[in-house]
């Protein structure tokens, strides 16, 4: 998996890869801003200031949710977290699937991609109180859907993220209210599979 290293000590918010309205009507300009601009931007800072004299100075940002405890790896998970999840996203089609490998393993693994979904609808629907579902890979390229409390990411079990929703209300709350099905349904409109496919040939 890609490193993200800190710069002078400092680790960045990440850009955007696309404008704030592109992701409309399934997320909207308004929850970027605050999601991006006010949620993420705080973790970014909140990790910063806390980097110094913690014997984690240096390292890059995975390495850091691999060591590090307590708000440090709070922050730091939140961070990557939040990249994996912004960077897999764009304009909304109707009909978006994926391709190649990535198309078969999860053909292989769930039996079609509509039961894939439903799989990893029902783990995020499902998923109590803050957290995030994932898709990850293990090292075979074995297929994994999990549920991950608050800040935690599967590279903390050995897996690699390739796809992500972020189930904390913040995500959601501003377009969707409490109907967070409704949101998880709305996103495969906007998945970018080429990302996602990226990640899984990444081994
Ligand atoms: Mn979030």
Do not use: C
């Amino acid at each position: 998996m890609k490193q993200t290293m800190p710069i002078e000590g400092k680790f960045e918010l990440m850009s955007l890869p696309y404008a704030p309205d592109a992701l409309q009507p399934v997320i909207s300009a308004h929850t970027l801003e605050f999601h991006h601009g006010k949620h993420l931007a705080a973790y970014v800072s909140n990790l910063n200031a806390a980097l110094p004299d913690s014997g984690l100075e240096g390292q890059p940002l995975e390495q850091i949710v691999l060591n590090a405890q307590g708000g440090i790896l709070n922050n730091a998970g939140q961070i990557l977290n939040h990249n994996l999840y912004f960077s897999q996203f764009r304009a909304p089609r109707a009909d978006n699937a994926p391709e190649g490998r990535l198309a078969q393993a999860i053909n292989e693994e769930y039996g079609s991609f509509e039961a894939f979904r439903d799989i990893f609808a029902k783990a995020g629907a499902t998923l109590f109180g803050s957290g995030w579902a994932w898709l990850s890979a293990d090292s075979q390229g074995n297929l994994r859907i999990s549920q991950e409390p608050n800040a935690a990411n599967p590279i903390q079990h050995g897996l690699r993220p390739l796809l992500t929703m972020d189930v904390w209300e913040h995500a959601y709350y501003l377009d969707y209210q409490n109907r967070r099905p409704d949101h998880l349904a709305a996103l495969w409109q906007i998945i970018d599979w080429s990302v996602i496919e990226q990640r899984y040939n990444d081994l």
